[in-house]
């Protein structure tokens, strides 16, 4: 049964889903989508899968840009997820069970690190090893697709969450991260006045993008997530009440992934240079911000969709 999660009357901020992103290869391009599940480690299969080098070291765009030229594909059967498909261009897409990894035999199992931790996972096999590093080079050696092990407890950081459960796969450490619509287009307006060609939400990989409620509510302002304690979700039918909700834990610190154009696989610093000049977030001692992670508190199991409401309360 779905529970009810009664906001306050009137919230300070009011908002609605504009995008919903999964990426389920941590660094390589991530997929919009209409409706994702909720789970304790975030959007499903949200940075389920992780490319390693053959230490079982985890590598991203920092060390291969050309990785957010990969663009997986998820299928679905009747039993749920069935397939991950890699697509990149001149590449003969590659087509991978997800069946197969569920119970894999014990051949499959590799420990693998992910930042400070070491994590069990399944090895995606030869084929999959072979196209990444036809496709990425093998400045690294040969590379490996990994799946992470679901039944292993990855918890965040417990400074942040302040006691609150929370679960990770292959994310940088929180499970869901969002950010707004407004926060982009101000980048995008400090961009321009520079000179420099506007960028699009795929350079921050944030999960939910919040956009204007509508209405007679406020407009959503830049980096109002920033300020929000608790994320009300709720159906555009059910206004007074909601099924799901995120907290707001941490401010999102910036490597140079964003200076990475997703379109191209090549970097220029413009983003980074423009975020130094109004993003240093002294949470973070003075690292530049671009969003907030979050952890699920109440909903999980349950489909956030695009257009779906949001409430929340000025905390920080």
């Known amino acids: 049964m779905t529970?009810?999660?009664?906001?306050?009357t009137p919230p300070d901020f009011q908002a609605r889903i504009d995008a919903l992103w999964v990426f389920p290869i941590k660094s390589c391009a991530g997929l919009s989508v209409p409706q994702a599940v909720l789970t304790s480690t975030g959007l499903a299969h949200d940075r389920a899968w992780?490319?390693?080098?053959?230490?079982?070291?985890?590598?991203?765009?920092?060390?291969?840009?050309?990785m957010a030229l990969i663009q997986p594909e998820l299928v679905d059967g009747s039993q749920g997820l069935e397939a991950l498909v890699l697509h990149a261009s001149g590449m003969v897409a590659l087509r991978l069970s997800a069946i197969a990894t569920v119970q894999p035999s014990a051949r499959h199992a590799v420990t693998v690190r992910v930042w400070d931790d070491s994590v069990p996972a399944f090895d995606m096999g030869a084929q999959a090893s072979?196209?990444?590093?036809?496709?990425l080079g093998d400045s690294l050696g040969p590379l490996r697709l990994v799946r992470f092990d679901d039944t292993h407890h990855r918890p965040s950081s417990?400074?942040?969450?302040?006691g609150r459960p929370s679960s990770n796969q292959f994310s940088d450490g929180f499970p869901v991260l969002v950010t707004s619509t407004a926060s982009l287009d101000e980048l995008n307006t400090r961009l321009l006045a520079k000179g420099e060609v506007a960028v699009d939400m795929r350079r921050f990989r944030a999960n939910v993008v919040l956009g204007n409620a509508g209405g007679q509510a406020p407009e959503v302002m830049a980096h109002d997530e920033d300020r929000i304690g608790t994320l009300t979700i709720y159906?555009?039918?059910?206004?007074?009440?909601?099924f799901a909700q995120l907290h707001s834990v941490k401010p999102c610190p910036?490597?140079?992934?964003?200076?990475?154009?997703?379109?191209?696989?090549?970097?220029?610093?413009?983003?980074?240079?423009?975020?130094?000049?109004?993003?240093?977030?002294?949470?973070?001692n003075g690292a530049l911000t671009f969003g907030m992670n979050c952890v699920?508190?109440?909903?999980?199991?349950?489909?956030?969709?695009?257009?779906?409401?949001?409430?929340?309360?000025?905390?920080f």
């Open 3 to 8: 529970s009810r999660i009664q906001p306050s």
């Open 50 to 66: 992780m490319v390693v080098d053959a230490e079982g070291e985890m590598v991203t765009q920092r060390e291969l840009p050309r």
């Open 130 to 135: 072979a196209w990444l590093t036809a496709f």
């Open 158 to 162: 417990a400074k942040w969450t302040q």
């Open 235 to 242: 159906n555009q039918s059910d206004t007074q009440g909601g």
């Open 254 to 284: 910036r490597c140079p992934i964003p200076n990475i154009d997703p379109d191209t696989g090549h970097a220029k610093p413009s983003v980074s240079d423009t975020l130094q000049a109004y993003r240093q977030d002294a949470r973070v």
């Open 296 to 315: 699920p508190v109440a909903g999980r199991g349950q489909v956030l969709r695009v257009g779906q409401g949001v409430r929340g309360e000025w905390v």
